[in-house]
C-alpha cells in the first residue's frame, strides 16, 4: 500500500509540474497566431532562487518561455494556473518583445461554471497592458457575471504577472 500510495504522489507531482501535449499544441497554435510565423524556437529562462524568492511568481522550467524564429527574438509566454470556485484553470499570456501583453488564452476550463472567463472579448481586455499597469477588476477589468472568482482570479494572476515580469527587467534578466 505505502508503495502505490508513493507512486500515485511521484505521478501527480510530475504531471502537475509538466505539459500535456494537448495543452502544448493549443500553445504552439497561439504564439504561431499571433506572431504570424509558422516556425519558433522556445527557449527557457533561467532565474535564480535568490531572484525568485522576490517574485510574487515563481519562474521555472515549465512555465516562462522566450519565443525565437532562428535567433531573433519574438517575444515571451507564460503558462499559468488560476482558481475558479472549486478548481484551477489553465491559461498562457503571451507577451510581445518590448514585454506588452499580446494575448491572454484560457486552455483548459474545468468547471461547470465562470467559463466566459475565457471568452476572447473578456480576454481582449487584457492585451496592450505592460509591466508598469496594476490592474483593477471592474476598474479596469470589466466584471462577469455568473464568473466573479474566476475573473477576479485571472485578472490577480495576469498582475501578479506584470509584476514578476517587471522585476525580472529591472533586474536585466529579460
Known amino acids: 500500500m505505502k508503495k502505490f500510495l508513493g507512486i500515485t504522489?511521484?505521478?501527480?507531482?510530475?504531471?502537475?509540474?509538466?505539459?500535456?501535449?494537448k495543452i502544448e499544441l493549443l500553445i504552439e497554435k497561439e504564439i504561431k497566431n499571433v506572431f504570424s510565423i509558422e516556425m519558433y524556437t522556445k527557449q527557457t529562462?533561467?532565474?535564480?532562487?535568490?531572484?525568485?524568492?522576490?517574485?510574487?511568481?515563481?519562474?521555472?522550467?515549465?512555465?516562462?518561455?522566450?519565443?525565437?524564429?532562428?535567433?531573433?527574438?519574438?517575444?515571451?509566454?507564460?503558462?499559468?494556473?488560476?482558481?475558479?470556485?472549486?478548481?484551477?484553470?489553465?491559461?498562457?499570456?503571451?507577451?510581445d518583445k518590448e514585454l506588452i501583453i499580446s494575448k491572454v488564452?484560457?486552455?483548459?476550463?474545468?468547471?461547470?461554471?465562470?467559463?466566459?472567463?475565457?471568452?476572447?472579448?473578456?480576454?481582449?481586455?487584457f492585451n496592450g497592458k505592460t509591466t508598469n499597469e496594476n490592474l483593477t477588476?471592474?476598474?479596469?477589468?470589466?466584471?462577469i457575471s455568473g464568473a466573479t472568482i474566476s475573473a477576479k482570479s485571472m485578472t490577480n494572476e495576469v498582475n501578479k504577472l506584470l509584476k514578476t515580469i517587471h522585476i525580472l527587467h529591472t533586474k536585466q534578466i529579460l
Open 105 to 125: 488564452k484560457v486552455l483548459v476550463y474545468r468547471e461547470e461554471r465562470g467559463g466566459e472567463v475565457g471568452s476572447k472579448r473578456w480576454l481582449n481586455q
Open 137 to 143: 477588476y471592474q476598474k479596469d477589468i470589466a466584471a
Open 45 to 95: 529562462i533561467s532565474v535564480s532562487n535568490e531572484i525568485n524568492d522576490i517574485l510574487p511568481i515563481r519562474m521555472n522550467d515549465f512555465n516562462f518561455f522566450k519565443i525565437k524564429d532562428k535567433d531573433k527574438l519574438l517575444g515571451y509566454y507564460y503558462f499559468g494556473k488560476a482558481y475558479g470556485k472549486v478548481d484551477y484553470f489553465d491559461f498562457i499570456v503571451i507577451f
Open 9 to 21: 504522489i511521484l505521478i501527480f507531482i510530475t504531471s502537475s509540474f509538466t505539459v500535456s501535449d
